[in-house]
C-alpha cells in the first residue's frame, strides 16, 4: 500500500517562498500521477498541481501557475513544491495525493485514493 508523509510546512511571510516534500513508500510510483492539493479553513480541498512520474509531465491551476513549481526525485520517491512569491490566500493545510494514471477521472479530490497527512503552510502579512 502506498504511503505518503509530508513536510516542510510552517509560517512566511508575504512574498516570502517555502518547499514542501512528500516522501512516498510502499510501492513503486511508476504509472502514477502524484499531486498537491490544499484545503483552507471552511472550504473545500482543491487541486494545486500535478506531475505525471513516468515522463514528468505537469498541469497547475490557476491560482499557482507561474510561482509554484512541483518536481520529482525518482531515485528518493520524493515529490517537492517550490512555493514562491506567497500570499494570504496560499495559507492552507497542503496534501500530497497519487492515483494511477490510466484512471481516467478528473483533478478534484474524490478522483485521488492515496493521501498523506497534511502540513501546515501560513503567509503572514
Known amino acids: 500500500q502506498l504511503q505518503l508523509v509530508e513536510s516542510g510546512g510552517g509560517l512566511v511571510q508575504v512574498g516570502g517562498s517555502l518547499r514542501l516534500s512528500c516522501a512516498a513508500s510502499g510501492r513503486t510510483l511508476s504509472n502514477y500521477l502524484l499531486a498537491w492539493f490544499r484545503q483552507a479553513p471552511g472550504k473545500e480541498r482543491e487541486f494545486v498541481a500535478f506531475i505525471r512520474w513516468d515522463d514528468g509531465a505537469t498541469y497547475y491551476s490557476d491560482s499557482v501557475r507561474g510561482r509554484f513549481t512541483i518536481s520529482r526525485d525518482n531515485a528518493k520517491n520524493t515529490l517537492d513544491l517550490q512555493m514562491n512569491s506567497l500570499k494570504p490566500e496560499d495559507t492552507a493545510i497542503y496534501y500530497c495525493?497519487?492515483?494511477?494514471?490510466?484512471?481516467?477521472?478528473?483533478?478534484?479530490?474524490?478522483?485521488?485514493?492515496?493521501w498523506g497527512q497534511g502540513t501546515q503552510v501560513t503567509v503572514s502579512l
Open positions: 495525493a497519487a492515483r494511477s494514471q490510466w484512471v481516467a477521472a478528473g483533478f478534484e479530490a474524490k478522483d485521488f485514493g492515496s
